[in-house]
């Protein structure tokens, strides 16, 4: 090799060695998910370099994975549009910390936009069309990397039905998705859309989930402030026979599947007038449904559900509002303003409107259930094994995650087991340790 060479390679592996550039005050907060962590959550099935529309980012429900949800509807839908897309997954089936989830999106909204060169669309079911909205406030370089957001039973303003069932304890998702959740509450404070933005939400007087949702006027799911162009549609109003519900307007709705397209292929959000009612009322799958296939996947769907809830965190209280979210970081205006937290990493240890110690400890020793599915399996916390119990003879095996005295910010509890039939699970959770004193 030649000398020219040669300092041509070290130049370029010194590059590749310098640290990363720190959180531009503008882009919001730094991201405390490692990179390799985010980078791997994104699954694109092609290049999205070169793209000539939008490509879609797919972002899965509650209880949900992308596969489960999107595999065997919108995905291959959008293959048959012409539409590029990716998938993000989010941590624990969606039910962990939402604020947490939301570094996902933010890392694939400026992934994909990269890759693409242009801006990207995103759809999203449930949560799944709430969350983008969080990344969208709260990291305000991503508003110019998205053009649409359409969102699917999205629960933009939280749900009542959540409020009996949180009584007690709950996933950190249910806690915040309640409808007067501080996270909700954080949301909404100030504009709920933004300009150069247009919005899409579809949403059912069925919905038993996200509730209540009977109208534009009062539903959670609607957005109604806010610079950005938005459309809210109840899909009775368009097949005033459709009874599909929260579950089926995320999976195989027609009605909701036309919105969304119509948002995607043209400028502003969906336009009822655009729509047919003669042939989108009378199709009682969207395209991308294979009727053949349709019951084995919608049981796939509903299994992923009770999958996730059986492999869920339990906490006594919703999760405290990060500092950027709060207003309590420094050079912050809190959830009403458009200021960011100018790259300082959010404290763990943050209440709403409360400053958190600069020392903390951890005092969590608590129980896991597994996947009740599971006959024997190994349980490592922090990469140390510890030991695996049955509750009873016929019952489900637990462990003992034990967090006190862990420096470490957040401990990563690994577990692999075997069903009866000797198909293996597997699953990762993240705790954080931080508690105030």
């Given at each position: 090799?030649?000398?020219?060479?040669?300092?041509?390679?070290?130049?370029?592996?010194?590059?590749?060695?310098?640290?990363?550039?720190?959180?531009?005050?503008?882009?919001?907060p730094a991201l405390t998910v490692p990179p390799a962590e985010l980078a791997a959550a994104l699954n694109c099935p092609k290049p999205l370099a070169g793209a000539t529309r939008a490509p879609v980012l797919l972002i899965p429900g509650t209880n949900?994975?992308?596969?489960?949800?999107?595999?065997?509807?919108?995905?291959?839908?959008?293959?048959?549009?012409?539409?590029?897309?990716?998938?993000?997954?989010?941590?624990?089936?969606?039910?962990?910390?939402l604020q947490i989830a939301a570094e996902y999106v933010v890392a694939s909204i400026r992934r994909m936009r990269a890759d693409a060169g242009r801006r990207i669309s995103i759809v999203g079911f449930s949560q799944g069309g709430m969350i983008g909205r969080w990344a969208l406030r709260f990291w305000p370089d991503t508003r110019t990397m998205v053009e649409d957001l359409v969102g699917l039973a999205p629960s933009n303003h939280g749900t009542q039905s959540a409020e009996g069932v949180c009584a007690t304890q709950c996933p950190p998702a249910y806690w915040q998705q309640r409808a007067v959740s501080n996270f909700i509450k954080?949301?909404?404070?100030?504009?709920?859309?933004?300009?150069?933005?247009?919005y899409t939400v579809a949403f059912t007087r069925y919905d038993e989930i996200v509730t209540?949702?009977?109208?534009?006027?009062?539903?959670?799911?609607?957005?109604?402030?806010?610079?950005?162009?938005r459309s809210n549609t109840l899909i009775q109003s368009v097949c005033p026979t459709n009874t599909n519900e929260h579950l089926n307007i995320g999976s195989f709705d027609n009605v909701g599947w036309s919105l969304a397209l119509d948002a995607l292929t043209h400028d502003g959000p969906a336009n009822?007038?655009?729509?047919?009612?003669?042939?989108v009322c009378t199709q009682p799958f969207m395209p991308g449904v294979n009727p053949a296939t349709?019951?084995?996947?919608?049981?796939?769907?509903?299994?992923?559900?009770?999958?996730?809830?059986?492999?869920?965190?339990?906490?006594?209280?919703?999760?405290?509002?990060?500092?950027?979210?709060?207003?309590?970081?420094?050079?912050?205006?809190?959830?009403g303003g458009t200021t960011?937290?100018?790259?300082?990493?959010?404290?763990?240890?943050?209440?709403?409107?409360?400053?958190?110690?600069a020392s903390?400890?951890?005092?969590?020793?608590?129980?896991?259930?597994?996947?009740?599915?599971?006959?024997?399996a190994t349980v490592t916390v922090a990469g140390k094994r510890v030991r695996v119990r049955r509750t009873s003879r016929r019952g489900r095996l637990t462990a003992v995650v034990d967090l006190r005295k862990r420096k470490a910010s957040v401990v990563t509890v690994r577990i692999a087991g075997r069903t009866k039939t000797g198909r293996r699970l597997t699953a990762t959770r993240r705790y954080r340790t931080c508690a105030r004193r």
């Open positions: 090799m030649t000398p020219s060479r040669v300092a041509i390679v070290v130049a370029f592996i010194t590059l590749l060695l310098l640290p990363a550039a720190p959180a531009r005050a503008q882009d919001g949900l994975e992308p596969k489960a949800n999107f595999d065997w509807n919108y995905m291959p839908a959008l293959d048959k549009a012409g539409i590029p897309w990716c998938s993000v997954t989010l941590p624990g089936f969606a039910l962990g910390d954080a949301l909404n404070t100030g504009p709920e859309t933004f300009a150069g933005i247009d209540p949702n009977q109208d534009e006027a009062t539903g959670s799911s609607a957005l109604r402030t806010g610079d950005g162009r009822v007038s655009r729509l047919d009612p003669g042939a349709f019951p084995a996947n919608y049981a796939r769907y509903t299994a992923t559900l009770g999958q996730g809830a059986a492999q869920a965190q339990y906490v006594p209280a919703e999760p405290p509002l990060r500092c950027y979210a709060a207003g309590t970081c420094a050079g912050t205006t809190g959830a960011t937290a100018g790259g300082t990493r959010p404290s763990s240890g943050t209440t709403s409107g409360t400053r958190a110690s903390c400890a951890s005092r969590r020793r608590f129980t896991i259930r597994l996947d009740r599915r599971m006959r024997r």
